[in-house]
């Protein structure tokens, strides 16, 4: 996911529209509220942020930034950390100047990158603008490089090296052997954990602060732990539960159904048909947990943290257990049935 940061300003209201009672401003995403702006700012990243921050320090401009490569999972700070960095680099303003950003939803084929990459590549910058210090280079981020294709990644190389002088890349990724070794061997590798649970808590806690948010601690482990690191993710949950209840105390419950977490009662259920062997129970059980509605990778997850903590099932059973999960897993991700794919796992698994 790479929002577009150039787009971050929300339109001015309309003239008098604040005037008109009952008539709310549509509210700003969160995730962009609360976007770190400097570098400091950024959580539980603090061996990435040190290394940055000195490689800034150095007196030398041309010396002072490699080519980078970020890597890790959603929503851990990585296209933050590029965009605060640049704002210390070139200041508030010069930034749409001197930073280009691609991503996915860019066409990047070896054509885009030959041709936009080159054009912005190409004009050399100076020392200072307007008073402001700044490097003699531009910066190119390139987010989501793990899905640009192997041929596009080769011309990028070449085009790496001739602007050397004028450009320094930023790729970003979340799985880093996607990217072709000869690529990855010219940055400066970053490696950006999953936040820890005391970072997104207090994170949490100080937007439910500023937000007037009524959550209490439970709801806030709750989205901590659903989050699984991915600070994003726990920040949209929150938003969506606020525009929902408002002034109404936001409760781990509001949280489970927005996040589409199955209740434990119908995992329990599903459960228990599978530990009974009666091909018939487990077929209804089934047909009544797909006709809710549930995603199946949901529905998936879930079974799999229970199987792992079983007590009743064998090691050798969870690895069984686990390599058919692995394999629906595909399947869904392939298109196949739901219900099948459920039933086939019950039935053979066990
Ligand atoms: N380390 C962090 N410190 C503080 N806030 C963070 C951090 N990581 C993520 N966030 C919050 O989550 C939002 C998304 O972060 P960001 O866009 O930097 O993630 P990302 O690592 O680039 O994810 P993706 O791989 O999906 O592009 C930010 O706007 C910010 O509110
Ligand atoms: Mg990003």
Redesign the pocket.
Known sequence: ???NFFQQKPKPAPKGSAAIPGRELPSRPW??K???KHMN?????EEVVAVLQKTLESQNYDLKLPHLLFY??????????ILALAKELYGPDMIRDRVLELNASDERGIDVIRAKVKNFAKVTVSHSVNGWPCPPYKIIIL?EADSMTTDAQSALRRTMETYSKSTRFCL?C?YISRIIEPLASRCAKFR?KP?DTA?TTS?IEHICQNEGVNAPRETVETLVRLADGD??RS?MLLQSAFRLHKTNVITKEVIWEIAGVVPEPVIDGLLAAWHSRDVAKMELAVERVVRLGYSGTQLLDQLQDRIITDDHLSSIQKSKISISIAEMDKALVDGADEQLQLLRLFVTAY
């Open positions: 996911m790479a929002p995730i962009e609360y976007r770190p700012d950024i959580s539980s990243q890790g999972p959603p929503g851990t700070g990585k296209t933050s950390t987010d970003i979340n950006f936040l970072s994170r600070m994003r920040i």
